[in-house]
């Protein structure tokens, strides 16, 4: 006969199972396709599906090669879609925006600084799909948050995730650095937190500022991690994009 084993489950798990986050390790990895053409694309998807989650596309992709064709191809090879179209416009433009894509994607992204009228009509607009707020980017030093916005980026991102929370947003894009401040905030405590500026101990910095390795933003209260060119294209050490996807899921397992 066999016994049920009774595992011990954290404050962080109950939280995840409140915010719906998959415990699957490979559902909580958003890999960045920063392409220009759907033949790499197609092709990393196709090499990366078993290992990743979701399939973000950004500007280079989306302004490439068109947001219905990434839509359609993504879809056709069973990939789940992050829109990374940052929208940053009046109300009225990013509501036409959002019922352009927001049946056709698991999550999307706006900007913080669009206003709360703006994320307010995008909240209303963006049916199951999962709407994400942008706070400070991640390529932004301190430095850069100050002459942006005359605060720390540490700040900023808690006053953009309050913005976030009161305008019926599902989650907030942060860097790694700024996880345990907002876990100290118990009315942000619902938020979902993704995380780009990912950086493995085997891969470079880039222009990415604030960064964390995978184990560190999962540890801090990642929800879901963001990376894009240490596994699309890996560090000769590490050899293949499989190899660096299958070394984060380790690492995050
Ligand atoms: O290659 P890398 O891992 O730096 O890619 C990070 C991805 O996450 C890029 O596609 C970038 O546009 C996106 N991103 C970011 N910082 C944010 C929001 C999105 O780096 N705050």
Redesign the pocket.
């Known amino acids: 006969m066999e016994y049920m084993k009774i595992l011990p489950i954290s404050h962080s798990d109950i939280i995840r199972k409140m915010k719906n986050i998959s415990t699957n390790p490979k559902e909580r990895i958003i890999v960045?396709l920063?392409f220009s053409t759907i033949e790499e694309i197609q092709a990393a998807v196709i090499e990366l599906r078993d290992f990743v989650g979701y399939f973000?596309v950004?500007l280079q992709a989306i302004n490439r090669i068109g947001t219905p064709k990434l839509i359609q191809e993504i879809t056709n090879l069973g990939g789940q879609i992050f829109f990374?179209g940052k929208f940053h416009d009046i109300p009225h433009t990013m509501e036409e925006a959002t019922n352009s894509i927001a049946s056709h994607v698991s999550m999307f992204t706006v900007h913080a600084s669009a206003g709360s009228a703006a994320l307010r009509t995008v909240a209303g607009a963006k049916g199951t799909s999962l709407l994400l707020v942008?706070t400070v980017?991640?390529?932004l030093s301190d430095e850069g948050a100050q002459e942006v916005f005359s605060q720390s980026a540490k700040d900023r991102v808690i006053g953009f995730a309050k913005l976030a929370a009161a305008t019926g947003a599902d989650g907030i894009?942060c860097s790694p650095l700024e996880l345990g401040q907002l876990a100290s905030e118990q009315d942000l405590a619902k938020l979902i937190r993704v995380t780009?500026?990912?950086r493995p101990s085997w891969s470079d910095q880039?222009d990415?500022s604030r960064t964390a390795t995978p184990r560190q933003a999962i540890e801090w209260g990642a929800d879901y991690i963001?990376?894009?060119?240490?596994i699309t294209h890996p560090p000769k050490i590490i050899g293949s994009r499989k190899r660096a996807a299958q070394l984060i899921l380790e690492e995050i397992s």
């Not at 963001?226 to 240490?230: K, L, S």
Request: glycine share 20%.
């Open positions: 960045a920063d973000k950004g990374d942008v980017l991640t390529s894009v780009p500026g990912i880039g990415q963001v990376i894009g060119r240490p």
